[in-house]
């Protein structure tokens, strides 16, 4: 009889250890996986958004150290160079370039091209003028066709203030 | 040497009570292994949980003091723009949408606060305009898309502005 006794006290004990120990463990850590899933979500969006702010950063970064290079340039010679350089590696053909310096407080100069050339030739070279590290930034480009090929209108500006 | 003490002898156990007591203690046995699984689990959580607040927490810092120091201005837009999203990208993601059967005719970049591209496009017929329309307007890259006048017979010639949204999530 007494040996019966110590077996039920056995096995509640362990039913109470189940009950008050064990589930409510297993509780809260259902709850710890659904608050790790939520942060882990949220961390992922957080990342992603630094991501792109920090090339942001970076940008903005390198946007004012070359705005920095060509405030201590003959900005337009430099630019048209530039351009210059760019058009020498391109098949584009009735070329009109015009570089001059602006009155607006955030550039220096402009940069105004119209060229004609097949479509591929126009949108690479619409793409290697403003290349990271060209130190352009585009204002306009329009694209429309021509009796032979496609005709580019691009605008550009070189960022910076005056000394 | 002989018992002669009067106490009575102890009784043995017999083997069915040898079997309850074991399946108690068997009983105990699991019960506290499963909890003892359980406090190991939970505490592993509750570290999985800091770890990953702490991350978040430290994103969200930098992401605050990042938001403050990126330009906001109508310049600092337009490079990052120009970087982002410079013509062979626009092009490119704009051919992936069009059907066989609808040309780019013309297309032209507007690069501020926000880049706004308008382009003139033909169609062989309405259904195959419609498409691109559908597919610019589910497309993550274009926004605000607003077609032009268009004609419904025959060929269609229209013209469509939208803004292109570049990855980063202002």
């Not at chain 1, 201590?72 to 370039?97: G, I, K, N, P």
């Not at chain 1, 091209?113 to 003028?129: P, R």
């Amino acid at each position: 009889m007494r040996a019966r006794l110590a077996a039920l006290a056995l096995l509640l004990v362990a039913v109470v250890v189940y009950a008050a120990v064990a589930r409510p463990l297993r509780q809260q850590q259902s709850l710890a996986a659904d608050e790790y899933r939520r942060l882990r979500d949220e961390r992922r969006t957080q990342q992603s958004r630094l991501a792109a702010l920090e090339r942001r950063e970076s940008r903005d970064q390198s946007l004012a150290a070359a705005a920095d290079a060509w405030s201590r340039r003959d900005v337009v010679r430099e630019a048209r160079l530039a351009v210059l350089r760019t058009l020498d590696q391109a098949s584009l053909r009735d070329v009109r370039l015009g570089v001059s310096r602006t009155n607006t407080p955030a550039a220096l100069a402009s940069v105004k091209l119209t060229a004609q050339g097949d479509f591929g030739d126009v949108v690479h070279t619409s793409g290697q003028l403003v290349r990271p590290g060209s130190g352009f930034v585009l204002e306009s480009v329009r694209m429309s066709p021509r009796a032979e090929g496609v005709n580019l209108s691009l605008e550009v500006v070189v960022p910076g203030a005056r000394p | 040497m002989r018992d002669f003490s009067s106490r009575p002898r102890a009784r043995r156990l017999e083997p069915r009570e040898w079997a309850w007591l074991a399946v108690g203690a068997l009983a105990v046995l699991l019960s506290a292994g499963t909890a003892w699984d359980a406090w190991r689990d939970n505490r592993a959580a509750v570290v999985r949980v800091a770890t990953v607040r702490a991350e978040r927490d430290a994103a969200g810092a930098r992401l605050r003091a990042l938001e403050s120091q990126v330009r906001r201005d109508s310049m600092g837009n337009q490079a990052w723009l120009t970087l982002e999203a410079p013509p062979p990208r626009v092009v490119a993601d704009l051919a992936e949408l069009l059907p066989p059967e609808v040309r780019l005719e013309q297309l032209s970049l507007k690069y501020g606060t926000r880049l706004e591209v308008e382009m003139t496009v033909s169609a062989r017929d309405a259904a195959a305009y419609d498409l691109f329309l559908e597919r610019l307007g589910a497309s993550p890259r274009f926004g605000e898309v607003s077609p032009g006048e268009e004609n419904r017979a025959g060929e269609v010639k229209a013209q469509v502005r939208a803004a292109y949204r570049e990855e980063d999530a202002r």
